[in-house]
């Protein structure tokens, strides 16, 4: 049995505490936060504390707060055990106490709202010793069937790459709801050619799989369409336009 | 039974075939290359030819060949049955032979290796007369069960959305994919990510859905991805983190 504790109230740490419930060999100890009105639904799940300093030993802390605020929350921690963040874009030192330290990073992107089955998310570890790796790796495979071994200046790419094929993206799909609700289409129409862009990458690469008016450097096409947008998605458009027509002719 | 005769032997074609020669209630007629040797595999299902003089009378001729040659090779067809082409951004007038015209347009991106499964396509349909709308939905209907009446106009602004939804979001695969590669990160470690950023926009808009710095306005972290970041790389990141700004602010 591993006896954890859980520090914060969002979504990440909503999520991790309904996964560790959920877990054999997995006892949730403590769950804090400042605010405890937060925490009152887990309240028959684990021990529910606002008090920094009555932190009982276990064998994990899990710190589940908002990025900025880690360097200095995790100076008030003064257990021994292991005590990890899960965040994609903080170092690992970024953890300021008197502790061995590690990342329990899940990749995925959480709405408080929305169930997530996590045996298929990505969870990405590093520790600063062979010990708590262990500890983590074994934390992880109870909940996920997918665990990669990620250090800081990787879990940052992983950040950056994120943002690319996750934010960006969703605000094409923004723009492309626009463009239909402005026409009177159904959004819904494209959401088969969303699924099958997405499909298609796992079988051939993103590079391979490229097609359109700037693939085939169609200039007729893409002057057709700029003429239809608005200067901002003008930008968009011969931003990325320009960008795949560098790629395929680099 | 509807009888059918299929011009060209490019993606669309052959998808389009394949779902025909399984339908019931379809008899392909026949199909039509320029180059016989380009619809050989074919023999069995039609008869095939490459003489556009020697097309027979039947219910229906679809035209599937490259958006450019449509109103040309359109001329050439001296038929009186409804001939339709499957075009996403060619116009319906763009047919310019003496008979009744249409638009059978398939909205997926297909690639002649993949099969698809035309049960869930969108087809997009359009006539100048409603008998030929009530045929061209009575065959739609035997390939597929999403069937949508769209104008010639409608359907220019659907091609222009997928190229935003499917090309540009292709484009930004591709980064995420290089990013990864760049530094030893197996980019499958994102495909969770991307898959739940598709399913997310079924149940709430993208509007809704958008997180990140640029929906935050978090410029800490924004400076620092860019700083990560090659000139080509900036020039995206900063055009579509502006746009998402702007979008939540005005």
């Known amino acids: 049995m591993v006896s954890i504790s859980i520090l914060g109230s969002g979504n990440v740490a909503t999520h991790l505490i309904s996964a ?12 804090y936060s400042r605010d405890m009105k ?20 276990v064998d994990l802390i899990i710190i589940a707060i908002s990025d900025d605020a880690i360097p200095e929350f995790s100076k008030k921690i003064t257990s021994k055990s292991l005590v990890v963040h899960t965040s994609g874009s903080v170092e690992m030192t970024s953890l300021l ?9 899940p990749l995925q992107t ?56 996750n934010n960006f993206t969703n605000h094409l799909y923004d723009i492309g709801n626009s463009i239909c609700t402005e026409n009177d289409i159904p959004f819904e129409i494209l959401y088969p050619l969303i699924q099958e ?7 051939i690469s993103p590079k391979q799989a490229q097609t359109g008016p700037a693939r085939r450097n169609d200039q007729k096409t893409i002057e057709n369409h700029l003429k239809q947008l608005s200067p901002q998605r003008q930008e968009i458009y011969s931003t990325l336009t320009k960008s795949i027509i560098k790629t395929y002719t680099e």
Do not use: M, W
């Open 20 to 31: 560790f419930s959920k877990a054999d060999s997995i006892h949730i100890n403590q769950i």
């Open 38 to 57: 937060a925490i009152q639904h887990f309240k028959n799940i684990a021990n529910l504390t606002d008090d920094i300093n009555s932190l009982e030993p």
């Open 97 to 105: 106490g008197n502790y061995p330290k590690g990342v329990f990073y």
């Open 110 to 165: 959480f709405s408080k709202s929305t169930e997530v089955d996590f045996s298929t998310i990505p969870i990405c570890l590093e520790a600063d010793n062979d010990n708590s790796l262990k500890l983590l790796t074994k934390v992880a495979s109870l909940i996920s069937n997918k665990i990669y071994f990620i250090n800081s200046n990787q879990r940052k790419k992983i950040h950056l790459a994120a943002v690319f094929v």
């Open 197 to 203: 862009t997405t499909n298609k990458i796992k079988n």
